[in-house]
């Protein structure tokens, strides 16, 4: 009886993957845990019952078939861009930002639901047109692609329309699309960096100038940046240990249970941490990149690799602004930083990554 | 379409897939290559550097200000004290509306106009992020009023501080000092003197007198606090603590019971004394009336009572027994004897006949005695007892000022006296070398007459005054006036003496001081100048009495007291040493717009005196409304 609960339970899970999954949430609840000064458990247990739920619906999701989350892929994407429009017309502004969308019995962010929709539509196009791929099926795929990004930079939330950019820019490239192509539109977007700054936020281009010298504004938006490299550095090898990060618990690192909670580990766990940390990524990436490598068909293959290399930017985009090699864009660490709707997307991500590396023998055969 | 058409297909599609995961697979290892690189930097290779960095972000440093010694007169009474009590205090910066916030504030607890007043002057002098206080001791109900409803107000703050406090108010005002608030004067002075860091935390220094000489013993060493503190600058814990180490007391040389008799003795003149222990030059009591109230200052002086003080005539900030420079009058009359006979100019038989005036050969303009009429026939001893002007007058234009200016600068005249607290001014004892230098003029053979008499461009001070006679009661043996006499180091309790200062001998021969002393002691006997004053005194009073014009008069007009208006009357003076034949006391008073010195100033002296040989308080004898010319 017990058996079989586990086996309805753990049927479409994927086990390496789970395990790192699982290790390095606990990993990331520790830190949660200090990183809301060591005194109390509502940041913990609030974290847990993001993790409740977003681990309820990775395992809703390992249980669809990949064939119908192909189904899915045009309905969510659609539902997707329907609501972007919402929010450009009717969102609500918070911090200066428009990213959130009124429901009358909730509020949503649907720039969130786009790093899935994003690859799963461009991977559903690329399979449909599989047998002979054109220069102009990747046009198309540009402009799905070019629609929610476009939106999403206009809130403005520069973050995640990279993220999104990013996962759709994944599909692409994974699909073929021919190097000569992709030198072309690097050159062409290296061209075009001096336009892109003039597109900028004010607020965007200083957080870029602060990277390149934060010491330019100590108390400003380079604040963050001196703070946080001050925490991780002063960690040293074997950290100062759990709860005695002074720079952490003393509220010298902003935004420390969020976006700059690496600054928190470094700072307590030190370089050893930080190792440990990036094993647990290059696990989860590596078994991801082998899903994908062995997946069936084209959209899972796609899928697949997209997801994870997407997981991987996140990852790399979060420790690279908060070590400072990177400009500050609101990323969080993800399955470390406090917060549910990340946390939603990743583990949906990987409930697709986990149903297609258990639906392939159904589909192969 | 063929199968295997579609397996090829597929097959190629596979490849170019597993090829293009490997390119990104191997282009994600290089960039975490790269964030592996960077925490090596970070985390080994700069570590160290990064860990300081924390070390300042979460340590603060801060003062914790010692307790400032106390002053204690030479009975162990306490001159300057410390208390503790809660004060209110607004950081402006912090606060968005000031005005409003006290306004919000006077409906909690009370704020006083003067409170208002003081706290405005205080924001005028200093910078913003001072904190300021807005009321001083608060009463422990008023500290419970306003913790309840701080939530109100950001950027107040109630802080325990210690205060100075002056218990004998006014009493010695000049002698004790006090302590002001740090003024931009201040801070560069502890800059020069390489003391800022001792004075970080603290918001007081002694400004004047006792409280601003001995700043260095009575301020202490600052102590420091290692505390933990958060990003928003909120002290989370205390990490490690020196100590502050308390200022040194000071062992005063003033009498507070003596000075408060001298004081009182005063009534309402206005005038100054100093009273001094000839043989060691430790100053006794000082006197300057009016004098103020030191405690007004501690917590910032309010406009009103600033103003009060700075406007009025009676101008009570000024230290009269340092500062004032009067003609010292026929005080010095025994020192001009002394010069004499030093001189050789005149033997003590030698006799001249006063007609009630000398006359100045080629000058048609006489110099006239305050006896109208003369003296008759006047030796040394009488010159003195008498105070007979004629007598002077001639000897001065033998003497000649450069003489005079030589003899007198033994004394201390026309120099400072080198007291130990500040501000003294050195008087002037005029010279032809001076006059020229100052005037670009030669000097007459009529200016030394005036000298002769302690006028003219004669100028000394009470404590100058002071000084000299007890140098004449010390048998020729020069004192430096002191006012602090020992240190106790507030750590051993260990008591330093402060050495007397060695005096140097005026070359003055013993039998010549013999002669002056006499006719001092005369001059307090029936037939002298201060007979009245001295009347029943169990013990033996040495004096010269002295009387200084305050507006030249015109010769030949007669000096008519009541019409002068009272600024414009005579200061009255009076140079003491008692007991004569076992000086303990030597003093100098005087008395603005006293009269007459044996009518006014000596019956201050004896007051004085009185009290401090006899341990008994006596009213003086002041002449009432009328003074009766008693002589000079």
């Known amino acids: ?365 | 379409m063929s199968v295997g058409l579609t397996l090829r297909d597929q097959r190629a599609e596979l490849n170019v897939f597993r090829q293009r995961l490997m390119v990104a697979g191997l282009l994600a290892l290089a960039a975490l290559g790269v964030l592996v690189v960077r925490f090596v930097w970070l985390q080994v290779i700069q570590s160290e550097h990064f860990h300081t960095l924390a070390e300042a972000n979460r340590i603060s440093v801060v003062p914790v200000v010692p307790n400032r010694g106390l002053i204690l007169d030479r009975n162990g009474e306490v001159l300057a004290a410390n208390y503790s009590a809660y004060t209110l205090e607004i950081t402006p910066s912090k606060v968005e509306n000031v005005e409003r916030a006290i306004e919000e504030l006077s409906k909690v607890i009370e704020v006083a106009p003067r409170d208002r007043r003081r706290f405005k002057r205080l924001q005028e002098e200093s910078k913003n992020f001072e904190s300021l206080p807005i009321r001083t001791r608060l009463t422990e109900e008023e500290v419970a009023k306003f913790a309840v409803n701080r939530y109100r107000f950001p950027g107040f703050e109630i802080k325990a501080r210690l205060f100075r406090s002056y218990p004998h108010g006014d009493i010695a005002s000049h002698a004790v000092g006090y302590i002001g608030r740090i003024n931009e004067a201040d801070v560069g002075r502890i800059e020069e003197q390489g003391a800022t860091t001792n004075y970080k935390g603290t918001n007081h220094i002694g400004k004047l007198g006792i409280e601003g000489a001995y700043e260095k013993e009575l301020h202490g060493t600052t102590g420091s606090e290692r505390v933990e503190i958060d990003a928003g600058g909120r002290a989370i814990r205390a990490l490690s603590r020196a100590e502050p180490q308390s200022g040194n007391n000071l062992m005063v040389t003033l009498d507070i019971k003596l000075q408060r008799a001298a004081e009182e003795a005063f009534q309402e003149y206005r005038g100054a004394l100093v009273a001094l222990d000839p043989k060691t030059g430790d100053v006794l009591a000082l006197v300057s009336k009016p004098g103020f109230d030191p405690n007004l200052f501690v917590d910032g002086i309010d406009p009103a009572n600033w103003d009060a003080l700075n406007s009025s005539a009676d101008k009570p900030l000024n230290n009269r027994a340092l500062r004032g420079q009067y003609p010292p009058g026929s005080t010095i009359k025994p020192f001009l004897a002394l010069a004499a006979l030093a001189t050789g100019k005149r033997t003590p038989e030698q006799t001249i006949f006063d007609p009630g005036h000398w006359m100045l050969p080629g000058v048609s303009r006489p110099f006239r005695d305050w006896k109208p009429g003369g003296h008759g026939t006047v030796n040394l001893h009488k010159s003195i007892v008498v105070s007979c002007d004629t007598y002077y007058y001639g000897l001065a234009n033998d003497l000649g000022v450069d003489a005079i200016h030589r003899f007198m600068t033994q004394f201390g005249f026309g120099s400072r006296t080198g007291v130990d607290i500040d501000g003294e001014l050195a008087g002037l004892q005029p010279s032809t070398d001076w006059k020229w230098q100052r005037f670009k003029q030669r000097w007459y053979a009529g200016d030394t007459i005036s000298v002769g008499i302690g006028q003219g461009y004669w100028l000394a001070t009470p404590l100058q005054l002071a000084a000299s006679v007890a140098t004449l009661a010390n048998g020729g043996t020069s004192v430096r006036p002191r006012l602090v006499r020992a240190v106790q180091d507030a750590r051993t309790q260990e008591v330093r003496e402060i050495p007397v200062a060695q005096g140097e001998a005026v070359a003055v021969k013993p039998e010549h001081l013999e002669l002056v002393k006499a006719a001092m002691i005369d001059v307090t006997r029936p037939g002298g100048t201060a007979t009245r004053a001295a009347q029943g005194a169990p013990y033996l009073i040495a004096g010269k009495t002295g009387t200084a014009q305050v507006v030249a008069m015109k010769s030949g007009e007669k000096y008519d007291e009541k019409r002068v208006r009272e600024r414009h009357r005579d200061h009255a003076l009076f140079i003491a040493y008692a007991p004569a034949d076992d000086p303990k006391i030597a003093l100098a008073v005087l008395v603005e717009n006293g009269g007459h010195g044996g009518s006014t100033a000596a019956p201050i002296a004896r007051a004085v005196l009185d009290f401090h040989l006899l341990g008994k308080r006596t009213a003086p004898r002041l002449p009432a409304g009328d003074p009766e010319a008693e002589g000079d």
């Open chain 1, 1 to 365: 009886m017990i058996s079989r609960a586990f086996d309805f339970l753990s049927r479409r899970i994927d086990g390496p993957l789970m395990v790192s999954l699982v290790l390095t949430l606990a990993l990331g609840l520790t830190v949660v845990y200090s990183a809301s000064g060591g005194a109390s458990f509502d940041r913990v247990l609030g974290q847990g019952r993001n993790i409740a739920i977003a681990a309820t619906a990775l395992w809703v999701v390992a249980n669809i078939p990949p064939q119908a989350l192909m189904r899915l892929a045009v309905p969510i994407y659609s539902a997707g861009l329907v609501l972007l429009i919402g929010v450009a017309l009717f969102g609500e502004v918070r911090n200066g930002a428009r990213r959130w969308l009124n429901l009358g019995f909730t509020t949503v962010q649907p720039s969130e639901a786009m790093k899935i929709a994003v690859p799963l539509v461009l991977a559903w196009y690329f399979h449909r047109h599989q047998e002979a791929i054109k220069l102009r099926d990747y046009a198309v795929a540009a402009i799905l692609l070019a629609l929610p990004v476009g939106l999403v930079v206009r809130q403005p939330d520069l973050g995640t329309a990279l993220l999104i950019f990013a996962s759709g820019f994944f599909v692409i490239f994974l699909a073929g699309l021919s190097w000569k192509v992709l030198a072309t539109l690097f050159a062409t977007g290296l061209a075009s960096l001096p336009l892109l700054w003039g597109m900028l936020h004010d607020y965007q281009r200083r957080r870029v100038l602060t990277l390149l010298d934060p010491s330019e504004d100590p108390l400003g938006a380079g604040y963050h940046i001196i703070q946080a490299t001050i925490a991780i550095g002063s960690g040293g090898v074997l950290g100062k240990g759990w709860l005695n990060g002074t720079q952490a618990q003393l509220d010298f690192v902003p935004e420390r249970s969020t976006d700059f909670i690496l600054a928190v580990f470094g700072e307590e766990f030190g370089l050893a941490g930080n190792l440990l940390l990036i094993t647990l990524y290059v696990l989860i990436v590596a078994r991801g990149l082998m899903i994908a490598a062995n997946a069936s068909t084209t959209f899972a293959r796609l899928t697949a690799g997209a997801v994870t290399l997407t997981f991987f930017t996140y990852a790399f985009v979060n420790m690279g602004m908060v070590s400072g090699i990177l400009p500050v864009v609101g990323v969080p660490l993800p399955m470390v930083s406090y917060g549910g709707t990340a946390l939603l997307s990743i583990l949906v991500g990987f409930g697709i990554l986990m149903s297609i590396s258990t639906h392939k023998q159904l589909v192969s055969s």
